[in-house]
Nanobody
């Protein structure tokens, strides 16, 4: 049974916006720290943004000021609002949940930024 299900990836022109969603099981969402990672072709998977169960956020320098991570307890969903997108933001984006010693991953959603 999938614990994390992502959606929202798409093709967008430079300067555009997208919002990614990650629906989690309720039991996981309540206590886990959540995050978004991305992996570009030929590169390692890296953290883009994270949010604790209490709502504290952190961002990589490359997206600070452009991306916003948030979580909705009523919907058990984490969002990544991405604005001012650049071609270098092109990657597969993965939702991650971290709880205790366990990590969970979504299946990934493709974001392509090009003209």
């Amino acid at each position: 049974q999938a614990q994390l299900v992502e959606s929202g990836g798409d093709w967008v022109q430079p300067g555009g916006s997208l919002r990614l969603s990650c629906a989690a099981s309720r039991s996981l969402f309540r206590f886990a720290a959540m995050g978004w990672y991305r992996q570009a072709p030929g590169k390692q998977r890296v953290l883009v943004a994270g949010i604790s169960s209490g709502g504290t956020t952190n961002y990589s320098d490359s997206v600070k000021g452009r991306f916003t991570i948030s979580r909705d307890g009523a919907k058990n969903t984490v969002y990544l609002q991405m604005n001012s997108l650049k071609p270098e933001d092109t990657a597969v984006y993965y939702c991650n949940a971290y709880l205790g010693s366990s990590q969970y991953w979504g299946q990934g959603t493709q974001v392509t930024v090009s003209s």
